[in-house]
């Protein structure tokens, strides 16, 4: 089986910056992958990582540790618009393109 | 750009009734993946399709069943509505090219109600 674990819930201010943290147990690991989700939208896809290290992509970056099982999603320059919930996600090798999503993290950003 | 479509935003049943949910994507992806969304437990991977008449159990398959005859299009039917399926159900896809696989796209979603 395979279990991920993030926060429930993160609140920041306007400008600040934001750590989303995401362990995972699982056979196979092959990516950790991370999706915003806007209420009542559709989850969209922000980043992959399949090897260790620090990716970004404008103000968002993702990281991961292969050794640690563990990554982050880290949102700078916070805006009221990336208020969403967002979830991490693992790609096993025994199902390549299957997601074993998280229950997500609830961001809130307050002016 | 990549588009996936439902056929419902919003779906009334009555239990009992056979529930059909479709699904279209335009951009020739090979996977194609069935969710539901409750509040608090993320997304459950109900069923996916690697391949135009290949279907694979996810999590939570009991209740429902799929068909996939053309690689554009996944259904979800529902053989006997119950209220625990009361739900939204997300359909999404994504290629098999190279790192590309874990790179899923949504549609917008069937909120569906059975009473």
């Known amino acids: 089986g395979q279990s991920l674990e993030q926060p429930s819930e993160v609140t920041a201010v306007e400008g600040a910056i934001v750590q989303i943290n995401c362990t995972y147990q699982t056979s196979g690991f092959y990516g950790l992958s991370w999706y915003q989700q806007h209420d009542g939208g559709a989850p969209t896809f922000l980043s992959y990582?399949?090897?260790?290290g620090l990716e970004e992509t404008g103000r968002f970056s993702s990281f991961l540790s292969r050794s640690d099982s563990y990554g982050y999603l880290l949102l700078q320059e916070l805006q009221m618009k990336d208020s969403a919930s967002y979830f991490c996600a693992v790609g096993r090798g025994s199902t390549l393109g299957r997601l074993y999503f998280g229950r997500g993290t609830q961001l809130t950003v307050w002016p | 750009d990549v588009k996936v479509t439902q056929s419902s935003r919003y779906l009334v049943k009555r239990t009992g009734e056979k529930v059909f949910l479709e699904c279209v994507q335009d951009?020739?992806?090979?996977?194609m993946f069935w969710y539901r969304q409750d509040p608090g437990l993320g997304l459950r991977l109900i069923y996916f399709?690697?391949?135009?008449?290949?279907?694979e159990k996810g999590d939570i398959p009991e209740g429902y069943s799929v068909s996939r005859e053309k690689k554009e299009r996944f259904s979800l039917i529902l053989e006997s509505a119950s209220t625990n399926q009361t739900s939204m159900y997300l359909c999404?896809?994504?290629?098999?090219?190279?790192?590309?696989?874990?790179?899923?796209?949504f549609g917008p979603g069937t909120r569906l109600t059975v009473t």
């Open positions: 999404a896809s994504s290629s098999q090219a190279g790192g590309r696989t874990y790179e899923q796209y």
């Open positions: 990582n399949a090897l260790d």
């Open positions: 399709s690697y391949d135009v008449k290949m279907k």
């Open positions: 951009m020739d992806h090979e996977n």
